[in-house]
């Protein structure tokens, strides 16, 4: 009888210790395949502005931090090598297609990424525990939990995916004792996204909590991880140093709160991402303002109920750290991988996002395994583990679907954060692109409603208001509120720009329009400003019939003062007053202000008002 050699035997005895593994990596594909027929969203339009689409192997600009446009460079963000994966992906679909658009071919590496990520959770798994059968059941339910959609179907998102790959590359080559290696994929791991560091005292705790053999803290096994640390993060200052990174408040309107109200709100936000881990029935690819709003009591009950959790998990993995230490690495590991992500330790750009639970997600399943692990008989585990895996795989399918293009994913915003002034705005953007003026603007106003301090809606709403041919007084006033509430609308040029439109100061317009482009040519509110004087100029073809100032005279003695603002705005865009009327009618405006509970700008008016009447000196 023929015997089987040796050589195949391992081979085969591999294949099966891997079979959980790649299960999980195939059933990865088969949930998340139809994103392969998706087009792009959010923030995958970067990839075709970035200048270095046609330099794709000039490593020495990715790690510049050159991946994005000039203008483009307000992110904060620091992820040269995953920035190069996007870049080889265009390139790549260029070589295949002729196009760089072809998004089909970044949706099947975003894809595959995925199914590589769930491959490798099943093998650190197995080997941190020597359990396959909990590392296999934990695995399934990780590639097929709907909260990753964003990642496996939104291009950009892959940053979480090719961290995740390296990250647990690094885990695995530290735990065997190949610290070259191991620096190296902690490098690529911080090179795909900045939480990545989260890696380094993950690994710590793992170590402690299942030794590998020698001392649980062995001092030279951390020289690599620490330099390689020092290097990216000398590298990141020098890439990033000079941006102006912001998180708009509608994004995370704690980034700029005090420490209390920031930890409070992030409590409430930690709860939320448990509920949606292990019952996802209520996800959205959108969380911003006002669909969540800071928290600033201690009594909030999503504050008390995180507070309930966070003690009663953290006993019970004190408490059975030596019995049973893999509750303790769900305990410890996952609030180590969201301390980064939570807006705890840090502001972040976003108070909440799927894409962030991608890594800590991995504990929840691990423990929902470690549970059905115990049902008996083990054949009832099984089912349980089957049931949960299809429960999960189709809720997946469906938010994938989301990701099909912008107008789907930004209705379905709309749907699941009504309250979400950036999902109505998303969706202005998104029917403006496909004609749909009327229902644009209506969605513009409705993220205005909810918070009327955001210029993006404004610039979305001009274009639209352009197409339509409304009134040029609204044109100018929308892109003037583009300009007044943008992040940098504190510099003194836009500010000498508003002043000109507050008083129709055409020429004074033009004169500010031309010190920007000479300063910066690809100054992002230099269109702005031009399509003020374009407003202005459709304006002046309007016949002028000198009723405006009589007319805001008429209501401002009679008290209407919505109408007089209104009117004495016109006016002075047309420049239909008498020149030495300027200063008092825009103190008059500055009394309207006031009175309907416009405080600041009747501030700005009155000084306004001044300037103007000592330069008419």
Known sequence: MDETPPTSANASGAWRRSAPGLLAAALAVLVYAGTLGHAQAYDDFFILRSPLLAHPWNLKEFFAGGFYARPDRTLGLYRPLGQWSLVLNANLAKALTGKYDAWAVYHVVSVLLHAVASFLVFQCLSRVLQARWVAGAAAILWALHPIHAEVAANITARYESLALIFGIGFLLAHRSGRRILASLLLFGALGCKESAIALVPMAIGVDALFPNG???????????????????????????????????????????????????????????????????????????????????????????????????????????????????????????????????????????????????????????????????????????????????????????????????????????????????????????????????????????????????????????YEQLEVDPEILINTWADSIRYGTRGERPLLGEALAAVDVGDWPGLIDVRNRIAAADPEDRFLVRVERILHGAQLLADVNRDGEDWIQGNLHFRLGDWQIAETRYRRALHHRDLPGNEIPATVLNMATCCERLGRAPRADHLRRLAAAWASRSR
């Open 214 to 464: 020698g001392p649980r803290f062995d001092v030279r096994r951390w020289i690599g991880p620490v330099v390689v640390v020092a290097i990216w993060m000398v590298l990141r200052w020098f890439a990033i140093s000079e941006e102006e990174p912001s998180a708009p408040y509608v994004a995370n309107p704690v980034a700029a709160a005090a420490f209390g109200v920031r930890a409070l709100t992030a409590a409430k936000v930690q709860l939320l991402y448990l509920r949606d881990q292990l019952l996802p029935l209520w996800l959205s690819a959108d969380h911003s303002f006002r669909q969540l709003a800071p928290i600033r009591t201690l009594a909030d009950p999503f504050v008390l109920g995180f507070l309930a959790v966070a003690a009663v998990v953290a006993t019970v993995a004190w408490l059975q750290r030596k019995r049973r230490p893999e509750i303790a690495l769900c305990v410890l590991v996952y609030a180590v991988l969201f301390a980064l992500a939570s807006n705890f330790l840090l502001p972040i750009g976003t108070i909440m996002a799927d894409r962030l639970a991608y890594a800590p997600s991995i504990f929840v399943c691990l423990a929902l395994a470690l549970l059905l692990a115990r049902v008996r008989p083990r054949g009832a585990g099984v089912a349980g583990v089957a049931v949960l895996a299809l429960f999960f795989g189709w809720q997946a399918r469906a938010r994938a679907a989301v990701w099909k293009d912008e107008l789907t994913l930004f209705r379905d915003e709309v749907r699941t954060a009504p309250e979400s002034a950036k999902a109505h705005a998303n969706l202005g953007d998104a029917l403006r692109q496909h004609g749909e003026l009327a229902e644009a603007v209506a969605e513009y106003q409705r993220a205005l409603e909810i918070y009327p301090y955001w210029p993006e809606p404004y610039v979305g709403l001009g274009q639209a």
